[in-house]
């Protein structure tokens, strides 16, 4: 049997700088040291700013609409989780002003962690490290790709990062990069010579981890939705196509993402152009690679 751990009440803005935001108290601080601050790396859902590699078979307006889906539901995750360790949930978010869209979106007890840099690595250094220095007894960030991610596998990271010594805790992502890196100290060269968003982000991290020494605990892979294969996978997983079996199992029940999937289906073109995008790309990247292959 597992504990509940209250989440904080409220949704406020993380200021930056070294000071407390007002309203925390010396128990808040008492409470950060217990908890572990997981925070999605959230973009706000604004047509033909996210998700553009969904489209086609999405429109923009429809991958902005499927963004915050995805928002939704790993932030209805991580409230899960947080029944099970004591979890505080934040979204580090972009861009600066979007934070109207942020408190309509996410649960009670979420706060927000306002942008610094705009890049994602920049970005995941800077989460990293603000949250840390808020006195929190760990740190996870999570994509905003991976609606389905199971519970346990969010359990389990910060599990892993109450344990006694250092470590971190990476979940390696089907495409090479990760959806999640959790810390317990910040290190700064885990962020330095990555190349971003390529299949060499995993790879790359961990040969930071073994340049400074500390100990990786890997997670089970996932993935990412980041195009429309993936978009493909995502459809076969909450199973809107009967006859298509996919190749992962147990994963969140995402409902918030499942309930616009069937939209999309039951609208113009149905699950049918999910399916002959998905092709239509893979059939191109096989071709690109057979090229490569034979100059």
Not at 7 to 25: E, F, N, Y
Not at 52 to 73: H, K, Q
Not at 184 to 209: C, G, M, Y
Not at 239 to 259: E, K, V
Request: glycine share 8%; charged share 20%.
């Amino acid at each position: 049997m597992t504990d509940n751990y209250p989440a904080a009440s409220g949704k406020i803005t993380v200021t930056t700088d070294s000071a407390l935001p007002d309203g925390l108290s010396k128990e808040g601080a008492a409470l950060r040291e217990e908890r572990c601050a997981v925070a999605i790396m959230a973009k706000a859902s604004l047509a033909g700013a996210v998700k553009t590699r969904l489209v086609p078979p999405l429109t923009y307006v429809e991958a902005a609409e499927l963004n915050t889906c995805f928002l939704a539901d790993v932030a209805a995750n991580i409230i899960i989780a947080a029944k099970q360790l004591p979890i505080q949930g934040f979204a580090a978010y972009h861009p600066l002003g979007s934070e109207p869209f942020f408190d309509e979106l996410l649960p009670d007890g979420f706060e927000l962690l306002p942008p610094r840099e705009p890049t994602v690595g920049r970005s995941l250094f800077h989460a990293a490290r603000d949250l840390l220095t808020r006195g929190y007894r760990s740190v996870c960030l999570v994509n905003a790709d991976s609606p389905t991610l199971p519970t346990d596998i969010l359990v389990e990271a910060v599990r892993q990062l109450r344990d006694s010594g250092d470590r971190i805790v990476i979940g390696p992502a089907a495409d090479g990069g990760y959806y999640l890196i959790g810390l317990k100290n910040f290190h700064p060269r885990l962020f330095e010579e990555i190349d971003w968003s390529t299949e060499r982000v995993f790879r790359q991290t961990l040969a930071r981890a073994d340049e400074i020494g500390v100990s990786v605990a890997v997670l089970p892979e996932w993935y990412d939705v980041d195009d429309a294969p993936t978009l493909a996978t995502l459809a076969r997983e909450i199973r809107l196509c009967q006859n298509a079996a996919g190749p992962y199992r147990n994963g969140y029940r995402a409902p918030c993402t499942a309930a616009f999937l069937k939209k999309v289906a039951a609208g113009n073109g149905g699950i049918e152009r999910l399916f002959e995008c998905a092709d239509l790309s893979l059939a191109q990247t096989l071709g690109s690679q057979n090229y490569s292959n034979e100059k």
